[in-house]
């Protein structure tokens, strides 16, 4: 907005100075319009007034404004909606004036498309998920696929309810739900102590301790400022950027650790995405991860690295069975370590909820867009648990496919919910993307996941780092967060609950730095209050 001391430029007269001057229309975060100069001298008439003036000039379609080949000046295509100066949207073409680019309608065939890039993504993690849990606990081949049919399904739905927002839950952003991760750990330890359908009921009941602790918990978000936030997304990136690696690796020490046609494969996959995005610009560029994908799996089937046997024969349609372990069991001393993860899930949802939010553009409140996360987080558990799930969880994958596409519209996300489901109940499918080389796969998720790294660390710069206080906070939480993460099994020789809770590196990071700023920026500068006020009263 222009000072008082500028003048306002006139109808159809470009700005020559203020944000609409120094920031394009184009640029993907809400502009930062207040200055000292500014608060202190134009009043809120005068700032509707200028705004007014303003806003057309940042849609032009004047030479400025875009080149004669449609394309704005930073080689984005017109139907690429950027959020204009207020962080609102300009919408693409057909859509109506200030329609944010998460809320676009899109053509049908595109957003399936962009749905089927996401599930590509992120569907090795049910599938090594529910794989992992019939090797640890021993199943039948029947119900490993029964469980894999749910795991899509349910994961299908929890994408709708995050993307769509029905009432209080889920908070309209593209969010993908997934089992998996520490969640699955915890499980097949409760599983293993204390039988399968213990582990069912512990999901159930951790579902119904979110609901009850969530309103504590919605009053405790004004202590994870954007240094807390930022830190955590840094360790939840650099632990997926490692799951990423282990998929092209291999567990160190496992048979066929490193080997050369799965690290061949993973960095061409790589190098595909790359040359996509170098090479391609409009819908193809947005497509670049899953055309890497796709050229990675195409590199495996010629060097003879994908067995299809799997993908053939079966049944067409399989159902997810309810209650496939039998009927559970509440056992609320098996449940504790689950309940106390989703307290460190719950500050995770905020992270992501606000990662998201920044990755496309879009202002929140997180005392009441946060919890719509978690409460779909929850839901969703209730419902697995009595499939047989783990408890489902947002996925930070989605995160950097938004932010590496440049696709910010949630209906893309809901429409990866309805191909999961379709997934899910359509069992060729399942067996075929079963199939895509897990090296395939990493490559592709250690750029995405790389992404999200970056985003924390974009959060981080503007968490005040150049104070000394914020900078040992962030190297603490940092060290002891990412502990766990570069030394597997650190926390062996303890007794096996404590090192469950340890080794989940997202969640000591998180508490760290939320307990430490709350001792340097709350607890601190109000006993240092005190104690000046009680020296000025006794010189008195």
Not at 73 to 95: C, I, K, M, N, Y
Not at 310 to 319: E, K, Q, S
Not at 486 to 515: D, M, W
Request: hydrophobic residues 50%.
């Amino acid at each position: 907005m222009p000072s008082s001391r500028q003048r306002r430029p006139r109808a159809g007269e470009p700005p020559t100075s203020g944000p609409a001057a120094q920031y394009p229309a184009d640029e993907p975060t809400a502009l930062p319009y207040q200055n000292a100069d500014t608060r202190e001298t134009v009043n809120s008439h005068l700032t509707q007034t200028a705004d007014s003036h303003e806003r057309p000039h940042l849609q032009s379609h004047g030479p400025e404004g875009h080149r004669p080949d449609g394309a704005r000046p930073d080689g984005a295509r017109p139907d690429e909606a950027r959020p204009d100066a207020t962080g609102a949207a300009a919408g693409g073409e057909g859509d109506p004036p200030g329609v944010h680019p998460v809320d676009e309608s899109r053509p049908l065939g595109r957003i399936l498309l962009f749905g089927i890039q996401h599930v590509l993504v992120m569907a090795a993690t049910p599938i090594s998920a529910i794989f992992l849990m019939s090797a640890t606990l021993g199943l039948r081949a029947a119900l490993t696929v029964d469980l894999l049919s749910a795991a899509f399904v349910l994961s299908g739905v929890g994408s709708l309810i995050q993307s769509l927002g029905p009432w209080k839950f889920g908070p309209r952003l593209p969010f993908v739900m997934l089992p998996g991760g520490a969640p699955l750990i915890l499980f097949l330890a409760i599983a293993e102590q204390h039988g399968v359908r213990t582990a069912t009921g512990a999901v159930v009941l951790t579902a119904v301790f979110t609901f009850v602790v969530l309103p504590v918990f919605s009053r405790l978000l004004a202590y994870f400022p954007a240094l807390v936030i930022g830190t955590m997304i840094v360790i939840v990136g650099v632990n997926l950027v490692k799951v990423g690696a282990v998929l092209v690796t291999g567990q160190p020490g496992s048979p066929g650790f490193a080997d050369p046609t799965n690290l061949g494969l993973g960095m061409a996959t790589i190098g595909f995405t790359i040359a996509f995005y170098l090479l391609s610009s409009g819908i193809l560029r947005q497509l670049s991860v899953m055309l890497g994908l796709f050229a990675g799996t195409a590199l495996a089937a010629a060097v003879g690295a994908i067995h299809g046997a799997g993908a053939m024969g079966g049944a067409l349609v399989n159902l997810p069975h309810l209650m496939p372990f039998g009927s559970p069991e509440f056992n609320l001393v098996a449940a504790l370590p689950l309940m106390l993860y989703s307290l460190a899930s719950m500050a995770e949802a905020t992270g992501q909820t606000v990662i998201n939010a920044e990755a496309v553009g879009k202002k929140i409140d997180q005392r009441t867009d946060v919890p719509k996360t978690v409460r779909a987080d929850a839901l969703t558990s209730l419902f697995g648990g009595f499939f047989g799930l783990p408890l489902m969880v947002t996925s930070g994958e989605n995160i950097g496919i938004v932010r590496v596409t440049g696709v910010r519209s949630r209906f893309v996300t809901a429409a990866a919910g309805v191909v999961l489901i379709v997934i899910g109940f359509l069992a060729p499918v399942t067996r075929a993307i079963s199939v895509i080389p897990t090296a395939v796969v990493g490559g592709t998720a250690m750029v995405v996941f790389a992404v999200i790294t970056v985003l924390g660390i974009q959060m981080l710069g503007r968490s005040d780092l150049d104070k000394h206080t914020s900078t040992f906070i962030c190297a603490v939480a940092l060290a002891l967060g990412l502990l766990p993460i570069l030394v597997p099994g650190v926390y062996g020789a303890f007794p096996p609950n404590v090192r469950i809770l340890l080794e989940s590196g997202v969640a000591v990071g998180t508490f760290t730095a939320a307990v430490l700023n709350i001792l340097f920026h709350h607890v601190r500068p109000g006993v240092a209050a005190r104690l000046t006020t009680a020296r000025t009263e006794s010189d008195r």
